[in-house]
């Protein structure tokens, strides 16, 4: 009796330790640094430059958090790290993201 006893608390204790670590895993964050153009919302761009976002999140992700104009999300180039970045690239802590425009020369 003393041992299905012992098996249940391990086993509840154990369930409890899971769904704690699952939830502290999705309400892990990570910070990116952005070069952003005047034109998207800086609401989420703290004082550093800096947007939070969690982990796992990509470009699109920083499109939307960043409210950037559906139409322009076609058009704009964005590198990461200095790197040309699509918008499925998954962001990591301490990336730099930075937004470029096509210009026409002539």
Do not use: W
């Not at 947007?51 to 104009?69: C, N, R």
Request: net charge positive.
């Amino acid at each position: 009796m003393g041992s299905r006893v012992g098996n249940e608390y391990r086993a509840q204790t154990q369930a409890e330790s899971i769904h704690f670590l699952n939830g502290f895993k999705a309400n892990m964050t990570i910070r990116v640094k952005v070069y952003a153009p005047g034109f998207v919302s800086h609401d989420s761009i703290d004082p550093d430059g800096f947007v939070e976002l969690a982990e796992g999140d990509s470009v699109g992700t920083l499109y939307k958090k960043l409210k950037l104009p559906i139409p322009l999300r076609l058009v704009i180039a964005c590198s990461v790290n200095y790197g040309q970045a699509k918008r499925n690239t998954r962001l990591k802590d301490g990336d730099i993201v930075t937004f470029l425009f096509p210009t026409a020369g002539g």
